[in-house]
């Protein structure tokens, strides 16, 4: 009984540990897609940002609500 409660606890912690890297790889792959949109969008000139009806203060705001939801 004990080595199955043991047992059971190594498997939670490895579960844990698991899911900790995925969530921490989806983290990295939302982020890495956030600074691609703000250089994307930030390389759009002024002209094109106003018939995106963008500005350049908007932004950050833009690709965060683009990237995050």
Partial sequence: M???IANTSSAS???RAVTFFANQREAYA???L???TMNELKSL???ELND???SRSSLHDTAY???YG
């Fill in 13 to 15: 912690i490895l579960d």
């Fill in 34 to 36: 956030y600074v691609k």
């Fill in 45 to 47: 000139s002024t002209r």
């Fill in 65 to 67: 609500t683009a990237v």
């Fill in 2 to 4: 004990a080595y199955a």
């Fill in 52 to 54: 995106l009806g963008l």
């Fill in 30 to 32: 939302q982020h890495s």
